[in-house]
């Protein structure tokens, strides 16, 4: 397995999770690495990346409520979510790539944050 995410589950609305997604070494030092979400009946969206040098990048409806992270000791990426929303309830998926291409998807990590 490439890519192991963890760290889903149920939350009320205003509350934080995180996720991670730990990688082997020769992705997470060459890769971009982040998260993207997929709700009920929705496409698959991103949610937010990292690059190998620490560039971060966020969807519009997460900025300010959501920070992704790398541990390099750990070769793991974090998606830390705060001020959680009903909206931002789907499976979220891992992955590595580099820009817009994605090699490898983690498996999915399911949030649900109620009203």
């Known amino acids: 397995v490439q890519l192991q995410a963890s760290g889903g589950g149920l939350v009320q609305a205003g509350g934080s999770l995180r996720l991670s997604c730990a990688a082997s070494?020769?992705?997470?030092?060459?890769?971009?690495m982040g998260w993207y979400r997929q709700a009920p009946g929705k496409q698959r969206e991103l949610v937010a990346a990292?690059?190998?040098?620490?560039?971060?990048n966020y969807a519009d409806s997460v900025k300010g409520r959501f920070t992704i992270s790398r541990d390099s000791a750990k070769n793991t990426v974090y998606l830390q979510m705060n001020s959680l929303k009903p909206e931002d309830t789907g499976v979220y998926y891992c992955?590595?790539?580099?820009?817009?291409?994605?090699?490898?998807w983690g498996q999915g990590t399911l949030v649900t944050v109620s009203s």
């Open positions: 992955y590595s790539g580099l820009r817009s291409y994605v090699g490898a």
């Open positions: 990292i690059t190998s040098g620490g560039i971060a």
């Open positions: 070494k020769s992705i997470f030092s060459t890769k971009d």
